[in-house]
């Protein structure tokens, strides 16, 4: 396995990503808790020192452990990484005077050739991203420059003899597209072999889930979406019915929702779960509000109290399993350092484990969406299950723009349904990162048969996305926006108008509200 020494940068998690997808087992580990006796028992194969802000300059600058340079394996060191490893072994770093390089850079090739860039350099020089205010002046005994930009000089350093290598720009992100190839060739150096699974990403979790948790109980918030599922089912495997889960059913669930996920945890999993059926607490409480920040922080507030009483009900729980994946984390910290604009209050569950009392399993807070995804074969979940469009929180209520009436949310369920056959009949579903059905708080005059109709409209939403950050509205054609208005206003009675929503994100967001 291979180590990683994360000295604090935005992106060591998309390393490890880099590592993953060539099928290397790795971990993360932050620099101030590996010492001399944690890289013994951990014996890595390889280790990457990661970037990060500091400077080595400070006065309690990060550090590598002690004796990492004596392991006898590969290093690779990025950005900050590669910084701390000249200062260690001789070189020197320079601060500031304009050399401080964010962005596209282009790297030239020294003359002589370095394994760890086979590949690179094929059509003369290559692009790289750079983010670094501090720069290497004098490269360490032993190291020879392998690439060069305007403005580093020492791009690329490496000491082949030892297998050290260090590289000022960071190839774990998009914009350095050879970056890959980079990871690829480090650890064939090293002698991985890229067998590792998902399979044996699952052992792991289990293991560490088994250790961390030991005979005491687990209450887990399941929402029937895949990164709660996922998380459970994983859980479920690791220590059986220690764990219990808890179904909010807050009464803005899709047309059949509760029930499948009643269905597939309880019966096909046969797993302890509590089906909360609130949805009179809720839609009482909505009523009368439209307000959409009133709308959510009502239902954020309201699915505490019932998850906390009960899980309360299930007595003497000390641990809160949460689905919380890397964009999570990532997301929940300020880099910028000053406030940002609250677009929408998410609902999450944030404060409750301090409230409770409750220590926290996070079992997939290592990976994204599409590993998520991949355990959940991993561990059996369907693929119908798996591939399910993201959905939020506060579910149909910010469907419902406006005010929220039992009327309105059972004529939103049965036209969503609609307008999703649609999209699996044509094979679309796969495409779209969400597609959903929004009731709009105005009637329009039609005509239906001979008779004048005073109905609902209803929008159509489908987008495009990688993230959920930006979107592209999706370009359904003409022939399936027809057939799709028509169906919705032949089968559910209470529309007579359907839109297509056109707008992509910004300046629109996903939801309506
Ligand atoms: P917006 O509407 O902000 O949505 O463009 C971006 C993505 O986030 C989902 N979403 C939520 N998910 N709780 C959630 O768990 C929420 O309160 C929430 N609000 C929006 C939305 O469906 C889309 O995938």
């Known amino acids: 396995r291979l180590l990683i020494i994360d000295f604090g940068s935005q992106v060591t998690q998309l390393i490890a990503r880099r590592l993953r997808e060539l099928n290397v087992y790795c971990e993360i580990h932050p620099y ?40 006898g394996v590969p290093i690779l060191g990025i950005c900050y990484g590669q910084q701390v490893m000249m200062h260690c072994l001789g070189g020197h770093v320079e601060g500031g005077h304009g050399t401080a390089e964010f962005g596209r850079a282009f790297v030239t090739p020294a003359a002589e050739r370095l394994p760890l860039l086979e590949g690179w350099f094929e059509g003369g020089t290559e692009q790289v991203w750079m983010s670094h205010g501090d720069h290497v002046s004098k490269i360490a005994p032993g190291f020879r420059v392998y690439g060069t930009s305007p403005n ?38 090293a002698g991985f072999k ?40 994983l859980i479920h495997e690791a220590i059986g019915d220690q764990l219990t889960c808890v179904f909010v059913d807050h009464g803005l669930l899709r047309l059949g929702e509760a029930e499948q996920v009643v269905t597939m945890f309880r019966d096909h999993y046969n797993m302890p779960l509590i089906h909360a059926d609130e949805s009179d607490l809720f839609l009482g409480a909505l009523e009368g509000v439209s307000d959409p920040e009133v709308k959510r922080k009502t239902i954020g507030r309201l699915f505490i109290d019932v998850f906390q009483k009960h899980a309360t009900e ?46 926290l399993v996070e079992p997939l807070r290592e990976l994204f969406k599409d590993e998520v995804r991949a355990l959940g074969r991993e561990l059996g979940l369907p693929q119908s299950f798996i591939g399910r469009h993201p959905f939020p929180g506060p579910g149909l209520a910010i469907r419902c723009p406006g005010e929220i009436t039992r009327e309105k949310l059972d004529i939103l369920r049965r036209a969503d349904a609609v307008y999703i056959d649609q999209i699996r009949r044509h094979g679309l579903y796969d495409e779209i990162w969400q597609a959903f059905a929004a009731i709009l708080p105005m009637r329009t005059v039609g005509v239906m048969g001979d008779g004048r109709t005073y109905d609902y409209a209803l929008a159509l939403r489908a987008v495009t996305s990688v993230d959920g950050m930006t979107a592209d509205y999706y370009p359904f054609t003409h022939d399936f926006l027809g057939e799709t208005a028509t169906r919705i206003i032949n089968e559910v009675k209470g529309i007579n108008r359907v839109f297509y929503d056109c707008t992509s994100k910004p300046p629109g967001t996903i939801e309506l509200e």
């Not at 350093?157 to 480090?186: C, I, M, S, W």
């Not at 990403?201 to 889930?209: D, F, L, T, V």
């Open 314 to 359: 299930v007595g003497g729980a000390q641990f809160l399993a949460q689905g919380t994946l890397y964009p999570d984390v990532i997301e929940s910290v300020s880099f910028s350092g000053g406030p940002s604009v609250t677009i929408k209050s998410h609902h999450n569950v944030g404060g409750l484990p301090e409230k409770m009392g409750l220590k």
């Open 32 to 71: 101030n808790r590996v010492d001399e006796a944690f890289l013994r028992a951990f014996a890595p194969k390889a280790v990457i020192f990661s970037g990060g802000p500091a400077s080595v300059y400070w006065q309690d600058a990060p550090m590598p452990p002690k004796g990492v340079f004596e392991l």
């Open 152 to 189: 580093a000089p020492f791009a690329i350093t490496a000491d082949p003899e030892r297998h050290f290598y260090a590289v000022q720009f960071h190839p774990e992100v998009h914009h350095t597209p050879k970056g890959a190839k980079l990871y690829e060739n480090f650890v064939r150096l």
């Open 194 to 233: 890229g067998d590792w699974t998902m399979g044996a990403y699952r052992e792991e979790a289990i293991r560490k889930i088994r250790e961390q948790v030991g005979d005491a109980k687990v209450i887990c918030g399941l929402s029937g979406g895949v990164d709660s599922s996922v998380a459970a089912v």
